[in-house]
Structure formats: structure tokens, C-alpha cells
């Protein structure tokens, strides 16, 4: 019993961004505050992308590029096969889902890849760590251009991004210019940037508080709660299991189909079936700026504790199976 609670308990940053979600709800910034908040999160933001740009080891990326079959599977998985699968849960929009929360769910469906837990997973199993390296990375930063337009593509000028050139200069200016900004100036600040690695580690956690706590403020304010009915809240969370229970078999059986080794098909599980609350959240905040930020980004917190547990219990179990 012991042993499953402590798979199942939330971990400390979940547990934080509920805490942060019942701050905002209780306590909303509002007026001049609000404004102040806003661009305080967005200079985070951009500290947060200059500190992944150089974290980056360049022989990384380098390196695990000649694997191009393997990196072709997982951006496959990543921004085709899940967007298709979110079409799926079409029906439930404004019968279950709000529309507001059904575009949470599509934009879900278009982020890209996590690159911490996708590695962390992969090396936990015993697999292809330099391949998921590259590949999650590679993820991370296409993502800033193929998560608006895949986006516009699925939910049209409804989904709230009227105009995807102009949200992808947004988030180029917001996030892709301090990352690149970050890894060109790695080779003077990387020895600083290896120490610091608790401190960054809260930077990243603090950073999406940050937005999170500004975006359900903003939407409380709003009306989210009192627009949002409990069977849609619920409903959420069982789309975003059923949508992982789908999908890591899925990406499992396209793996062997495709005769990867043992090593590689768990760089394609990880990697393929994860999807990034750290870039999604920035993203969001550029994309909806205005809209209904609250509610679109609430799938992708109830997705990203459900990918954490089950991702956990199959890394144990390819790990077991190791030779």
C-alpha cells in the first residue's frame, strides 16, 4: 500500500501548483497589480529560456542528430500523431468540454515535448540517452513554431490564434531569442550555470508559478469557476488519461513495428508520449493573450501529473526488464 500511495502522491511542484491555483482563485491580482505581474512574468520567462539555451550542451544535439530515423518517429508522435488524436474528443466540446476547455485540450495535443523528464525517464530505463537528448531538445524549439500554425490548423480562427506569423514572431521575440541568446554565451557561463543547478531547477518551477498564478487570476476574475461546471472539470482529467492510454501504447507498438532496439524504443516512448508544461505554459501566455489563459492551459497541469505517475511506473518496468 505504502509503495503505490508514494507512486500515486502528488510530488512537492504539483502540489505547489494547486496551492498556486487556490491562491489565485482566492486572492486574484487585479488593476495596476495584475499589469505589474504580467510583465514580471514575462522577464521570467525570457530568463528562463536563456538559462535552457544554456544549459544545452551543443556535441549533444550534434551527436544525436545522425540518428535522424529515430528523431523523424518522436516528431511524428509529437505533432502529428497526438494532434489527430485530439480531433477524437471533438464530440465532447460543448457537451462535456467547455469550447474553451476543448481548445485546451488541441493545444495540448500541438506542444512539444518535455526535455528534463523525457531524458530523466529515458535514462531511468535504461535507454537511448543521448538519441532523447536530441530529440527533446530539437522538440522544444520547433515547438515554437509548429505548435501556433498546427493550432490554427485544428481549431481554425476559433482557437483565438487569428493571425499564427504573428504569434510565432511573439514567441520568437519572447522565448527563442533568449534561448538562443543563452546557448551562443554557454561557452563563458556554462561552469556557473553546472553549479547552479538547484537554483535553476527552481527558477524553471518558480517561472511557471508564476504564469500560472497570473493566468488563473485573470480568469477567475472573469468568471472561470462560476462558468465552468464540475462535470467539465472532471471530464478533463479523464481526457487526459484516456488521451495518454491511447497514445504510449501507441507510440510503443510504432516502435516495434518499426524494429527500433530496446534502447530506442524507450527514447520514442518517453520522448514521443510527453508533453511540456514548461514550454507550453510561456507559449499559452503568448498565443492567448486576452482569452480565456486560465482554462486553455488547465489540460495540460491535469496531463502533466498524469504523464509524471505513469511514465514513472513504466520506466521501473522497462528498467527490470533490462539485460
Not at 281 to 302: E, H, N, Q, R, Y
Not at 308 to 315: E, K, P, R, T
Request: charged share 10%; proline share 5%.
Amino acid at each position: 500500500m505504502t509503495r503505490w500511495w508514494s507512486r500515486l502522491r502528488p510530488d512537492n511542484f504539483t502540489l505547489a501548483l494547486l496551492c498556486t491555483v487556490g491562491l489565485a482563485s482566492l486572492l486574484p491580482m487585479k488593476g495596476a497589480a495584475a499589469i505589474v505581474l504580467d510583465d514580471v512574468t514575462t522577464v521570467a520567462i525570457a530568463a528562463l529560456f536563456f538559462l535552457h539555451g544554456a544549459r544545452l550542451p551543443r556535441e549533444s544535439i550534434i551527436g544525436g542528430m545522425l540518428h535522424w530515423r529515430l528523431h523523424l518517429t518522436i516528431l511524428a508522435c509529437t505533432f502529428l500523431l497526438f494532434p489527430l488524436l485530439g480531433l477524437l474528443f471533438k464530440p465532447l466540446s460543448g457537451w462535456l468540454l467547455t469550447p474553451e476547455l476543448y481548445l485546451g485540450v488541441l493545444f495540448l495535443c500541438t506542444l512539444p515535448s518535455t526535455v528534463q523528464s523525457s531524458i530523466a525517464f529515458t535514462s531511468m530505463a535504461r535507454g537511448n540517452v543521448p538519441a532523447a537528448v536530441c530529440s527533446a531538445s530539437l522538440s522544444s524549439i520547433l515547438g515554437v513554431f509548429l505548435t501556433p500554425l498546427l493550432l490554427t490548423a485544428l481549431a481554425g480562427t476559433s482557437g483565438g490564434v487569428h493571425d499564427p506569423l504573428h504569434a510565432i514572431g511573439g514567441i520568437m521575440l519572447q522565448l527563442l531569442v533568449p534561448f538562443v541568446a543563452g546557448h551562443l554565451l554557454r561557452p563563458w557561463i556554462a561552469g556557473w550555470v553546472e553549479k547552479q543547478r538547484a537554483l535553476l531547477r527552481y527558477t524553471d518551477q518558480g517561472t511557471i508559478l508564476l504564469v500560472v498564478y497570473s493566468a488563473f487570476g485573470e480568469a477567475v476574475t472573469e468568471g472561470l469557476w462560476s462558468k465552468t461546471p464540475l462535470l467539465s472539470l472532471l471530464a478533463v482529467a479523464v481526457v487526459a488519461a484516456v488521451l495518454l492510454g491511447i497514445a504510449m501504447p501507441l507510440i510503443t507498438f510504432i516502435a516495434r513495428r518499426l524494429r527500433f532496439n530496446r534502447e530506442d524504443e524507450i527514447a520514442i516512448v518517453f520522448c514521443g508520449s510527453k508533453k511540456s508544461l514548461a514550454t507550453g505554459v510561456p507559449i499559452a501566455k503568448v498565443l492567448f493573450a486576452g482569452g480565456s489563459l486560465g482554462a486553455i492551459v488547465l489540460p495540460v497541469m491535469i496531463y502533466h501529473q498524469i504523464q509524471l505517475i505513469v511514465c514513472g511506473v513504466i520506466a521501473q518496468r522497462y528498467a527490470r526488464r533490462a539485460p
